[in-house]
């Protein structure tokens, strides 16, 4: 479908041949105070997400929170099992035995943790997400393969669709490409 000019763009998407010519063009446009834009690369690049100003991750706190629910609902069902439901004395021990606890209680943890963990993270990035419209983008399916883009979102407070492309230009990018809602 073809755009209009007054139709609504999600952004400019600037297409890059190496990965430093990425991470110069993401350095620029954070200078220049643009925050809303995203990198595309067909492997991780540890420095990016520092550079285009992705901000800290909850995902270990929801790990820890998720952890702590795991050790405290362990040891309720088993104080629970031992205690109150079926209290039964073995070998002189009080009902509330908490070393034969322990084991359950950091299976438990470790597998609240963990599926915490999971759910979080894919809760926090938005998944499962199966349109987003860099999709649009005929030349975008170069960014599994060999080819890094930055793209800068219209609904940033900076952008601005000429001013925008001509910093994008002057960024010495392959090919400019609007990337269509």
Known sequence: M??????????LM?????????????EAAYKAGYRQMDAYSPYPIE???DVIGFPKTRVPLIVLIG?????LSAFALQYYCSAISYPV??????????PAFVVPCFELTILFASLAGVFGM?????????????????R?????????FLCIEAADPMFERIESERFLTGLHPDFITEVPH
């Open 2 to 11: 073809k755009q209009t000019p007054t139709s609504p763009i999600y952004g």
């Open 47 to 49: 420095e990016l997400a």
């Open 89 to 98: 004395v073995v070998a002189g021990r009080p009902y509330n035995s908490w």
């Open 140 to 148: 975008f399916a170069g960014a599994s393969r060999d080819k890094f």
């Open 122 to 138: 894919l809760a926090l990035n938005g998944l499962p997400m199966p349109y987003h419209p860099v999709f649009n983008v005929d």
């Open 67 to 71: 952890g702590i629910m795991g050790g």
């Open 14 to 26: 600037a297409e890059f041949d190496n990965p430093s010519s990425l991470m110069h063009a993401a």
